[in-house]
């Protein structure tokens, strides 16, 4: 036991100096859940209250996160992060059940197209989504990504030069199942910078008879 402690010691020695730690893996892995609820918050998303951002994405913390999270599907702190989304859902639909005894509320990740699952083998919103599932114990939230589809496969919206071009990439490539009629539907999703794709998907979710759409992202 002694031997084999040794050897992975000097394996990772040696490949902490072939290979150095990735930059946002070594600030996501110093991040505990006390430092992740004090990270900076956001300002609001202009014109978009339904939107509803955690922290600020120009934070580098924040930032490593988000990629470390859609690039190389590193989860560290998504179970603290999970807990803290369930707990905004929560306190944001509360307000709802005065009004709405009946009121229905389902989880759905901003999905990607098959294409792009095969290309990366994973779909970070769902592993948010996921995150938040598992502190919903009284089972409040109804987890259903198969209700929305991407349809088209848009070039990536970090590639695109202007927020038309974004608006013109999302245009009709979302498809929602009637099964999101009268419901309350929560998206998911990592990061809101134009809302472009958020607001693309609520138009869909909205036309097939939704009573309401909120939104929930780690960054902006």
Request: positive net charge; proline residues 5%.
């Amino acid at each position: 036991m002694y031997m084999l402690k040794n050897i992975q010691n000097i394996m990772g020695f040696v490949l902490d100096n072939i290979l150095p730690p990735r930059k946002d893996f070594d600030i996501v892995k110093r991040l505990n859940p006390e430092k992740i609820c004090k990270l900076p918050k956001p300002e609001k998303v202009i014109g978009e209250d339904w939107i509803h951002p955690l922290f600020q994405y120009k934070d580098k913390r924040v930032k490593a996160i988000v990629w470390e999270l859609k690039y190389k599907e590193n989860t560290l702190p998504i179970d603290t992060i999970g807990k803290i989304l369930y707990e905004e859902i929560i306190s944001t639909i509360s307000d709802i059940f005065i009004f709405d005894n009946d009121a229905s509320f389902v989880l759905i990740p901003i999905p990607i197209t098959k294409y792009r699952r095969i290309e990366r083998g994973y779909n970070q919103s769902e592993i948010i989504a996921k995150s938040i599932i598992e502190h919903d114990l009284n089972h409040i939230l109804l987890y259903a990504p198969q209700w929305l589809e991407k349809i088209i496969d848009t070039p990536r919206q970090s590639r695109s030069e202007t927020k038309y071009d974004r608006v013109m990439n999302l245009l009709d490539s979302f498809k929602a199942n009637h099964m999101v009629k009268g419901k309350y539907i929560i998206l998911i999703d990592d990061v809101v910078t134009t809302a472009s794709t958020l607001k693309e998907a609520r138009k869909e979710l909205l036309l097939n008879g939704s009573k309401q759409v909120l939104a929930f992202t780690i960054a902006h």
